[in-house]
């Protein structure tokens, strides 16, 4: 499985921004999907997940409320739209796929997009 992030950038505190995550190389139905963001100086963190046909999601705490993750079968992507952005929200964002249980744990995950990199300023 491949995967593209795309839809990061540059927006001020409150700003939002919607991340896509285009798969190709299989059909990613079956696969629950986690969001991941690594932050300056810091490890890769879980941020959200959604199960295989979207009726379950998991956030990490800081996030719940404002973004928001979801996902198009039909057309093999997964997005996490991020509403409310603060400056602590700044990070490069990952998708990946796990091939097995939704988890928060990014060593679960199979495979991994290249990341896209949001920047919020205050």
């Known amino acids: 499985v491949q995967l593209v992030e795309s839809g990061g950038g540059s927006v001020q505190t409150g700003a939002s921004l919607r991340l896509s995550c285009a798969a190709s190389g299989r059909a990613i139905s079956t696969y629950n999907i986690g969001w991941f963001r690594q932050r300056p100086g810091k490890g890769y963190e879980f941020v959200a997940a959604?199960?295989?046909?979207?009726?379950?999601?998991k956030y990490e705490d800081s996030v719940k409320g404002r973004f928001t993750t979801s996902r198009d079968n039909a057309k093999n992507t997964a997005f996490l739209q991020m509403n409310s952005l603060k400056p602590e929200d700044t990070g490069v964002y990952y998708c990946?796929?796990?091939?097995?249980?939704?988890?928060?744990?990014?060593?679960?995950?199979?495979?991994w997009g290249q990341g896209t990199q949001v920047t919020v300023t205050s």
């Open positions: 990946a796929v796990i091939d097995g249980l939704m988890s928060t744990r990014w060593l679960e995950y199979d495979y």
């Open positions: 959604i199960s295989s046909i979207g009726a379950s999601t």
